[in-house]
């Protein structure tokens, strides 16, 4: 998949998890850029991430992944 | 709304929430209540999805949720918010993991016998205390198993064993559920394995995020916790309208002949007619009520209920329209005849194209999204639209009522004066202070009147129960019978004292008896009452909603003058006692 792609859909998740139609996702957005974006609605955010792309985040890449970008580094990596 | 009937489209629901609750606050009339959730593990989840899908049901909830964990603390030493907060409705949601001491092997079964006590004892008095305090409907997760066993299959039937343990723990859990009245299980136990325990416990979530069920499971747990708060709160179905060709059994009747249809033990599809007919059948026990709605003739619907190997009979239904008039109409015309609510019915049928159109047409119906008919009986099932929590002995009783109407209305139209008619019934009413045999009917008419309700306040069983033991309050419920049948409790009210003067805070009566006079028969006893106890001046009050437009001109009929109308319509009457004249002259009251 494209990582153009993969912005488009991630975007698209973001605009419904956080019901906010403005959000534009980049490489180096993070929670500090959301307003609503706390470790609550971090975990819906996974799920629904996950769900869009058919897959599933481990611990450690849950733990580790800093920015949406690195996000993207996963997703691209799994759904080749 | 269609995304939250069970099965549910997770995906959707986890991204869409905000968006569906914006929506849902759209609706007009909704109940406000206070739950707080107490939890063991994470809650927020659970919380945002129970507030959907209560919204759905026209509750909409306040909601205080205790810091990750605390429960225990909260519960037992207070909390100033929460002190404030005063709870309708307490939540506690503990799992598993919250279970602090399990047997070991080398424990003695006195041990561990011990150990369930103490557990037990932990839990029971946080109900005990969290319902002192706020006379507040509590409802407790059971606890699901654990995800391993270290004793394999053993891990069941072996003391030593976390299965047994849990078993034994939930037990003792149902106990006191059976023995305390405003206190009700969400069962989790049974829900997870529904769900797939494996899932249900995916340890990603606990160690992640601290939730004790993985985060997709959540909808399933939330609409199960939204079932027993809508039963609580009066909002169950009340009745089953259903299709008949290939939803009661395989075939077209019509068209495939009687002899043809797939129904009884030979074949398995017909086996799986048969067994949703038996389905359908016990919901009669539940007092659910049986109706048809199928584009038939007539002769045709009923032979094929007369089918030698169904389950279910002409007779089993109250009212059967099978015509060719369109599906929407045929439904509203089945509410009139039997004064409920439209939206109190649940409606069946295999077709998606009749589903939509009695569904785009009547708000609030229920309608499941069945499939293949071996998936009927899970699906309607799992809905949750009979969901019993304060179950009366005359629910038993509720479709013979239903038929002894019937005759009722058979029977007026050979006489020509109305009065006449109504003492042709030889009624007989008893009308009294409330009784404790009755509380748990009382609270239940006060949640699921509508139409003939003057104040539309809820009470809960607890509040009636406070109301029954105060002497600030005249409380009275109405029985009536008549040559026909019995119909049970059917009116309440209730006033507060405040000096010389009554306010009646309720004013409530079913559907049922409508036209029979027992209202006035209820104010005559009002009135005596209110004598007994130097009242002076009553006090009546009327807050229109969508629903109970029949009753506006109420206190005018009863002889009460207008005080004061507002610009929402809700009017305030005034009555002099002593000019009160008594009405009732066809019913025969027992005080």
């Not at chain 2, 899932?199 to 079932?227: C, D, G, R, T």
């Not at chain 2, 919901?283 to 032979?303: F, M, P, Q, R, W």
């Not at chain 2, 499939?371 to 038993?396: A, C, Q, V, W």
Request: aromatic content about 12%; charged content about 30%; glycine content about 6%.
């Amino acid at each position: 998949m494209e990582r153009k792609e993969i912005f488009e859909r991630l975007n698209n998740v973001f605009r419904d998890v956080f019901d906010d139609e403005s959000i534009v996702v980049t490489d180096a957005t993070t929670s500090n850029d959301i307003e609503d974006w706390d470790s609550l609605e971090h975990i819906n955010l996974i799920v629904a991430v996950e769900q869009e792309f058919g897959i599933k985040f481990n611990m450690g890449e849950v733990t580790t992944m800093k920015n949406v970008g690195e996000m993207a580094d996963i997703i691209e990596k799994r759904v080749k | 709304m269609k995304e939250l009937k069970y099965p549910f489209n997770v995906e959707y629901l986890i991204k869409n929430k905000k968006k569906i609750k914006k929506e849902l606050l759209q609706k007009e009339g909704l109940l406000e209540k206070n739950i707080a959730i107490l939890g063991g593990s994470t809650t927020s989840e659970i919380k945002n999805m129970l507030e959907v899908f209560l919204l759905n049901y026209g509750i909409k909830l306040t909601f205080y949720e205790s810091e990750y964990n605390k429960y225990y603390e909260d519960a037992m030493f207070g909390n100033p918010e929460l002190d404030e907060f005063k709870p309708d409705i307490i939540y506690i949601h503990t799992t598993n993991r919250n279970i602090t001491l399990y047997p070991n092997m080398l424990d003695e079964e006195e041990d561990i016998n011990k150990m369930l006590d103490s557990e037990y004892e932990k839990l029971a008095k946080i109900w005990d205390k969290l319902s002192d305090k706020f006379g507040a409907t509590i409802i407790q997760n059971n606890f699901e198993y654990p995800y391993y066993r270290l004793l394999g299959n053993k891990d069941v039937s072996d003391i030593h064993g976390r299965i047994n343990y849990i078993n034994r723990l939930n037990n003792k859990i149902y106990e006191y559920a059976n023995n305390h009245n405003n206190f009700f299980i969400n069962d989790i136990n049974y829900l997870s394995s529904c769900y797939g325990l494996d899932k249900w416990s995916n340890q990603f979530y606990w160690h992640m995020y601290k939730y004790a069920l993985e985060v997709p499971a959540i909808p399933y747990l939330a609409f199960n916790l939204a079932n027993i708060i809508k039963s609580i709160y009066g909002k169950n179905k009340k009745a089953f309208v259903l299709d008949l060709d290939n939803t009661l059994w395989g075939g077209i009747v019509g068209d495939d002949g009687v002899e043809n249809l797939a129904i009884g033990p030979e074949v398995p599809s017909g086996q799986v007619y048969e067994e949703f007919q038996e389905y359908l059948k016990e919901h009669k026990n539940l007092g659910v009520i049986l109706n048809v709605n199928s584009k038939n003739e007539y002769e045709n619907a009923i032979a094929g209920l007369n089918h030698p190997a169904g389950v279910l009979k002409p007779e089993d239904f109250i009212i059967i329209k099978a015509n060719w008039n369109p599906k929407n109409m045929n439904m509203k015309d089945i509410a009139e005849e039997l004064n409920l609510g439209a939206d109190s019915f649940v409606f069946v049928d295999d077709n998606p194209a009749e589903r939509h159109i009695v569904e785009s047409s009547i708000e609030g119906i229920g309608i499941p999204e069945i499939d293949t008919p071996e998936n009927y009986i899970r699906i309607i099932d799992h809905n949750g639209y009979f969901e019993m929590t304060n179950f009366s002995k005359e629910d038993l009783k509720k479709s013979e009522l239903y038929k002894d109407n019937a005759k009722r209305s058979q029977m007026m139209a050979t006489f020509d004066n109305y009065d006449d008619y109504l003492k042709s019934l030889k009624m007989k009413a008893e009308i009294t202070t409330f009784k404790p045999i009755y509380l748990e009917r009382i609270s239940q008419l006060s949640n699921k009147s509508n139409q003939f309700n003057l104040t539309t306040k809820r009470y809960s069983l607890a509040d009636i129960e406070n109301v029954a033991s105060s002497e600030d309050y005249i409380k009275i419920y109405g029985k009536l019978e008549d040559i026909f049948g019995d119909n049970g409790v059917i009116s309440v009210v209730i006033g507060h004292i405040k000096g010389n003067e009554l306010h009646i805070d309720l004013w409530i009566m079913s559907c049922r008896v409508l036209k029979r006079n027992m209202e006035f028969a209820m104010m005559d006893e009002l009135v005596k009452k209110a004598k007994e106890k130097d009242i002076k001046t009553i006090y009546g009050y009327y807050y229109p909603t969508l629903k109970n437009k029949m009753v506006k001109d109420f206190y005018d009929l009863q002889g009460f003058t207008l005080e004061n109308e507002d610009e929402k319509g809700n009017k305030t009457y005034k009555l002099n006692v002593d000019s009160y004249e008594e009405k009732n002259n066809v019913i025969e009251v027992e005080r």
